[in-house]
């Protein structure tokens, strides 16, 4: 069996919903995300607590289940969990909520634009190379190296389409 869901518009998974009320449409951003803006009816289970929402069996592996995030990244990682896990009928929305958004679906949520992990990604690592490189002119030439650490994280980062950091910026308060 594939671990790869197949993906679907949102206009399709919103035709899921309307036949089949028990259609799950699943988000896994961040809760702070999920509030700011989330497709009219979703479900949030944060991406990180994903194997701990399988493992407890809170989704039904009957359940036809429509996974989407911002833009389609972390929809797909958790879709693959899922598979693995022995759901048959899932699917990655394609675009996210984002497109979501862009195709004129019902949306909710209080309209607090919330600075998504991809952003916060781009500030933290330009912060942590801008200061390797002040620190490397200024202290010591050994921080030039924190530079060049963060810039291999962010080369290892677009080719796995893994990213240490977006996952731990998950974690931080600000994003509970």
């Known amino acids: 069996m594939s671990n790869e869901a197949p993906t679907i518009t949102p206009r399709k998974a919103r035709d899921l919903t309307a036949e089949n009320a028990a259609v799950i449409v699943l988000d896994v951003r961040t809760p702070s995300e999920f509030s700011a803006r989330r497709a009219a009816g979703a479900r949030n289970i ?9 493992a407890g069996e809170k989704l039904p592996k009957d359940a036809t289940i429509c996974v989407l995030c911002e833009k389609g990244g972390r929809a797909a990682i958790a879709a693959e969990h ?3 896990s022995g759901h048959r009928n899932v699917h990655v929305v394609s675009g996210g909520t984002e497109a979501w958004a862009l195709e004129g679906l019902p949306v909710e949520g209080t309209g607090r634009k919330a600075i998504s992990i991809e952003r916060q990604v781009r500030i933290g690592a330009g912060g942590l190379v801008l200061l390797g490189v002040i620190l490397g002119f200024l202290v010591n030439p050994g921080f030039f190296a924190l530079s060049a650490f963060i810039g291999a994280g962010l080369v290892f980062a677009g ?3 893994w990213c240490g950091m977006g996952l731990l ?4 308060p600000w994003n509970r």
Request: no cysteine; glycine share 0%; charged share 20%.
């Open 46 to 54: 944060p991406l990180d607590a994903i194997p701990a929402t399988i």
């Open 82 to 84: 899922l598979l693995k």
């Open 159 to 161: 080719i796995t389409d």
């Open 169 to 172: 910026l998950a974690r931080a």
